[in-house]
């Protein structure tokens, strides 16, 4: 079972993942974008923690309600409405008890509001191109009856590649879509702040 515990650690820890990487993620958006990513979702993410902090946990449901309201508050450009439809949309669809399977399917869920919000699919450089990708990876694991803490490694593995697909892709969507063919050769700041969340998650259940 996935308990609200853990969930609050996969905050936490995707928030010192993203402080510790903050000025490679701003880097990445200051060749495609408005270089602002990586401070924006470290400014987000500590309000997030604080947020949980200050709220009596009641379910793991509540947890993914509470992050995600704060980051579409606190993070300003796409990500953070983006992240917050991710992870709202995943505590609406959470069943309790949390199972993998129950997780997996939610986390589907989740991604297609970010696809929905954004009007990105795979292959656009997008935070798509790492999330969808390690969906599939949980919903095969669930398949193939792996357990959580493989399922986990599993998904953040392919939300790791997924984002370095990103490098030789014209971008489709957002402000990079506006480079052309200058937005080739460049990392999805997005897909990468993406599996950075899937490694954290895949930490703290490990």
Do not use: C
């Not at 009596?56 to 309201?69: D, H, K, N, W, Y």
């Not at 917050?84 to 069943?95: I, N, P, V």
């Not at 390690?134 to 939300?159: K, N, Y």
Request: without cysteine.
């Amino acid at each position: 079972m996935m308990e609200a515990a853990l969930f609050v650690a996969w905050f936490e820890e995707a928030a010192r993942l993203v402080r510790a990487d903050r000025d490679r993620l701003t880097r990445l958006d200051a060749a495609i974008g408005d270089a602002d990513h990586g401070t924006n979702l470290d400014r987000g993410l500590t309000e997030v923690l604080k947020a949980l902090a200050d709220t009596a946990i009641e379910s793991e449901a509540q947890v993914l309600a509470t992050a995600g309201a704060t980051l579409i508050r606190r993070v300003g450009g796409a990500s953070g409405p983006l992240y917050g439809s991710l992870f709202r949309q995943m505590g609406k669809a959470l069943e309790t008890p949390v199972t993998l399977a129950g997780f997996a399917a939610a986390f589907e869920e989740g991604v297609v509001a970010v696809e929905r919000l954004g009007k990105a699919a795979l292959g656009d450089k997008t935070m798509v191109d790492a999330l969808a990708p390690a969906s599939r990876a949980l919903a095969l694991a669930v398949r193939d009856g792996v357990g959580v803490r493989e399922a986990l490694d599993q998904a953040a593995r392919a939300a790791a590649d997924g984002s370095k697909a990103t490098i030789p892709m014209q971008a489709r969507k957002g402000r990079a879509s506006y480079l052309g063919e200058r937005s080739i050769g460049h990392e999805d700041p997005g897909a990468a702040s993406s599996a950075l969340f899937m490694a954290a998650l895949a930490t703290v259940a490990g």
